[in-house]
């Protein structure tokens, strides 16, 4: 099987991008886990496929594959070059455009200097659906990890995030903690890892240990995540720069039950032609 394919990346988060809206794309375990590899396959941290929409309200479906071959509801910087591809292909030339995905609809906006905004939806906090074992919600939670108590918050941005506050990223212990965390019990579903620095509170850094593909460069969800987390335990304003090792993001969240707003760029890099077994 020949498939065409384009590669992008959103601050160094990078991605595998296949057109399915003309015909279905199915994609194995292994055959992704080929893709996601740097030295036999293209090499990328994720795996989207664009398809055609599954409800009136959407214009595309959105499916995103982590390296290690598992499905998962969401990623922010992928959304950002979702919008990048579906316009450099032809398939819209909508301003706003409107994507359905596991973790329900997100919407996507055009900016000026090739910038996308991507309304994020409304962050879920109750523990029951991020899901997060705990007895009541609360602006952080201890938790047990490697023989220590740590302090952590927990959110989902339709995908889960822990976020761990740290005096500096430089000297956190991603590559210890990460791994430990994103599989600890108390997270059925596995969890994405943040390590957040607050430099101000309009600025922070960030580090992300993804859920299925270990750290990257930058993770668009992980963002909001850790702006969130901030801005529940009062230590960041409503809107907030955020470093991450790739590059900056710009996350907007008022608070309450409104949804979170992200905006950063998203680059083509280029295209080929790859034959899966």
Not at 27 to 32: G, M, N, R, V
Not at 194 to 216: H, K, N, P
Not at 261 to 271: I, N
């Amino acid at each position: 099987m020949k498939l065409k394919f384009t590669k992008m990346h959103g601050l160094g988060n990078d991605f595998v991008v296949f057109d399915a809206t003309n015909r279905p794309i199915e994609l194995t375990p292994e055959q992704l886990r080929l893709l996601a590899d740097r030295h036999f396959g293209i090499g990328c941290d994720q795996i989207l496929l664009v398809e055609p929409p599954r409800s009136a309200d959407t214009d595309f479906h959105y499916r995103i594959f982590n390296a290690d071959g598992g499905e998962v509801e969401q990623c922010g910087n992928g959304a950002r070059c979702f919008a990048r591809y579906v316009r450099d292909a032809g398939l819209s030339d909508k301003d706003e455009i409107r994507v359905g995905t596991q973790a329900g609809r997100i919407v996507l906006y055009h900016e000026k200097d090739d910038m996308v905004r991507v309304n994020m939806g409304v962050p879920l906090l109750e523990p029951q659906r991020i899901p997060f074992l705990a007895p009541e919600l609360a602006a952080d939670y201890p938790i047990e990890v490697g023989g220590e108590t740590l302090s952590i918050g927990a959110v989902s941005m339709g995908n889960p995030h822990a976020v761990l506050r740290v005096g500096s990223v430089d000297k956190a212990p991603v590559a210890r903690l990460g791994p430990l965390l994103e599989q600890h019990p108390r997270f059925p579903q596995r969890v994405n890892v943040g390590f957040m620095e607050i430099r101000s509170a309009d600025t922070i850094r960030l580090r992300v240990y993804e859920r299925g593909a270990g750290e990257t460069l930058a993770c668009g969800t992980g963002a909001c995540a850790a702006v969130v987390v901030g801005r529940t335990q009062g230590a960041l304003d409503a809107e907030v720069e955020v470093e991450l090792r790739g590059g900056k993001l710009r996350i907007q969240w008022p608070g309450g039950g409104q949804p979170v707003l992200m905006s950063g760029p998203a680059t083509r890099v280029y295209e080929g032609t790859i034959e899966l077994r």
